[in-house]
């Protein structure tokens, strides 16, 4: 086990006092990573052994990692949902923990899990951490500030009362946010507004007006970033406007807004006349680097589905890095990306022991072993996993999930000290199924890929995708909805080569699949279908009106519901079906 950590290096930047005692703090909990495991476990299990949900399983306050192990089962949302539900509908006795709960953590899957103001806390100590870890690797970030694109989401009461909101919403609010907040161009009434429209558009005003101080632009996901450029390519001249004249466009209608825009706008023509030049032009391809000329870095997580946001970031950006700084979920902090500035192929996220009790369940899709009834999982605790392997995490954390599978697979990349760091590989559920053929995510994202090779010598890139397996047809098969961005119309892909895409796509799926396409012909060819310009933004909206979140908001990659499938029929521009069987051999 090495440290790559280097505190006093002399290439890396002099750190402040802070910060040294910041890094200092990684490098300890990090080194004893089995203490703080087993700490982490015996305050769990003492502090709630009075909770019904333990007692249920008869610990008969037992601490030790043995009878923990044996008396409780893994289990997934679905198990515990009853007792979520009871917390939600106003019982206050200890279902799932002792501690009186402060709120509920709403996921993106829109899964409640209960939360107390010391895990909030606990969560925002470990995000003030990353500044520490980015100043080590970027200097005199404090000269400058952050255009983030940050949104929270109404909040909403349970039955019994109790709020529902997701884990940015509490972070934004946080009194530790406020003494951050001369870090950022938006002022946090742009942060706070609910309407994301008007949250939006003030901050891209704010972070127009303040260009040149902007180092790093930043939002929770890399989709998140992309949005806020079709933003600008939608609304650059509105924009202008306010800036040349000073006022603030009408349809910006919340009093807290307009009250600090006008403390902060004045006619700014020239500023204004450089914006009109930047973006009138038809290519965008580093408009990043041209408005925001000091931008060192964007800060944006783009690992895991978020990955084939790469390329378009690359392409606004003139392929400035991408830092993807951490991984957290609702249910879990998990940890911080230590070398952020590495390619983005190449993130990894060291887990933070004292955060949760881990265990790792080995992700063997080849091996019965992992799925079998007869056979006991493989279970590893967070310091034995193997480089290498691929795991999905398993959590016991403070606020009454235990032994929980999230659902996410991750690949040991090494160790920083005693804690591994992982790769985000893939959630985990398979997204599509037609017979025994099973593509996760991971198959469909490369697929993707490479049929997006085929259009390069079209200059069209592929914008958002997503795919269905339509079963009514008879055999089933795979439809692949796409929206693509041609730049030149008079050299868009043809009906022939998107059928090519098609096979592309077949062709790099898996043997199961393409054994039920060849031999058994139980899948039917795959199909492309086209979707209009802005249809993926109209599905994100609806999204929204449901009740998602614009910050964790990431577009499914398979659809199944009636009324997104109606919304996506209803924009398809054309249909491309794969013209040949792909190669399969035994
Ligand atoms: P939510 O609870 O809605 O905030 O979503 C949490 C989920 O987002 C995780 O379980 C992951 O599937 C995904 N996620 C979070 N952080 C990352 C990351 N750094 N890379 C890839 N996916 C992530």
């Known amino acids: 086990m090495t440290s790559d950590f280097a505190l006093s290096s002399p290439l890396v930047p002099r750190v402040s006092e802070k910060d040294a005692k910041a890094l200092q703090y990684i490098e300890e909990i990090t080194r004893n990573a089995a ?51 009871r917390m939600a509908d106003g019982d206050r006795s200890a279902v799932l923990l002792a501690s009186p709960i402060s709120e509920f953590l709403k996921s993106g899957e829109q899964k409640l899990f209960p939360s107390t103001q010391e895990e909030l806390d606990r969560r925002h100590f470990q995000i003030s ?41 509490s972070m ?55 949005r806020a450029m079709r933003f600008l390519q939608i609304h650059w ?19 807290s807004i307009r009250d600090c825009m006008a ?26 680097a041209r408005i925001w000329p000091n931008t060192k870095y964007l800060d944006a997580i783009a690992t895991g589905s978020m990955a084939q946001y790469i390329h378009l970031l690359d392409y606004y950006s003139g392929s400035l890095p991408i830092a993807s700084m951490l991984y957290s979920s609702s249910e879990c902090f998990f940890g911080l990306n230590l070398n952020p500035m590495c390619k983005t192929s190449e993130a990894s996220y060291t887990i933070m022991p004292n955060m949760a009790y881990f265990e790792f369940l080995l992700h063997d899709p080849g091996s019965p072993a992992s799925t079998s009834d007869f056979q006991p999982p493989k279970l590893v605790d967070l310091v034995d996993v193997e480089v290498g392997k691929e795991y999905e995490p398993i959590i016991t954390n403070y606020t009454g999930l235990y032994r929980y599978k999230v659902g996410d697979i991750l690949r040991v990349a090494g160790f920083h000290n005693a804690s591994p760091h992982f790769h985000f590989v893939r959630r985990k559920d398979a997204l599509l199924s037609i017979d025994y053929d099973k ?20 200059d069209t890139r592929i914008l958002e995708y997503t795919s269905y397996a339509e079963k009514k047809t008879n055999p089933g098969h795979h439809v692949i909805y796409w929206e693509i961005l041609v730049k030149d119309p008079a050299n868009s892909p043809t009906d022939d ?12 799926l898996d043997s199961a699949y393409r054994e039920a396409r060849v031999v058994d012909k139980t899948i039917g060819p795959l199909e492309i279908r086209l979707v209009k310009t802005g249809t ?5 909206d609806y999204a929204i009106s449901r009740g998602a979140s614009i910050n964790q908001y990431k577009v499914a990659r398979c659809v199944s519901s009636t009324s997104i499938l109606k919304l996506l029929d209803s924009r398809v521009i054309s249909k491309h079906f794969s013209p040949s069987l792909p190669h399969w051999t035994t």
């Not at 429209?197 to 901050?203: A, D, I, L």
């Not at 204004?272 to 965008?284: D, F, T």
């Not at 593509?439 to 079209?458: C, I």
């Open 35 to 85: 203490t703080f495991q087993e700490t982490v476990l015996a305050e769990i299990l003492s502090r709630n052994a009075n909770s019904e949900y333990l007692q249920r399983y008869k610990l008969g306050g037992a601490t030790d990692r043995e009878t923990f192990k044996l008396k409780l089962p893994l289990i997934t949302y679905e198990d515990i949902k009853p007792d979520i539900q």
């Open 129 to 169: 951490l990353l500044r520490a870890v980015m100043n080590r690797c970027v200097p005199d970030l404090d000269k400058g500030k952050g255009l983030y694109f940050l949104f929270v989401r109404p909040e909403t009461r349970t039955p019994g009362g109790l709020l529902v909101r997701p884990a940015s919403n």
């Open 172 to 226: 934004y609010k946080s009194d530790h946010f406020k003494t951050r907040l001369h870090d950022y161009t938006s002022p946090i009434e742009a942060i706070l507004c609910a309407d994301s429209f008007q949250s939006m558009y003030t901050h891209m005003l704010c972070g127009l007006l303040e260009r040149e101080q902007v180092l790093r632009l930043g939002a929770l996901f890399a989709s998140g970033l992309l």
């Open 237 to 255: 001249q509105a924009l202008a406007n306010d800036i040349e004249t000073g006022t603030l466009n009408q349809k910006i209608t919340d009093p």
């Open 263 to 288: 403390r902060i706008l004045k006619p700014r023509p020239e500023l204004a006349e450089l914006i009109r030049m930047e973006c009138s032009e038809e290519n965008w391809e580093g408009i990043i």
């Open 439 to 458: 593509t996760d995510e991971a198959d469909l994202q490369k697929a993707v890929e490479n049929a997006s090779r085929l259009l390069r010598e079209f």
């Open 497 to 508: 080569v998107l059928k090519q895409c098609c096979l592309a796509m077949e062709e790099s």
């Open 536 to 540: 993926f933004e109209e599905l994100m």
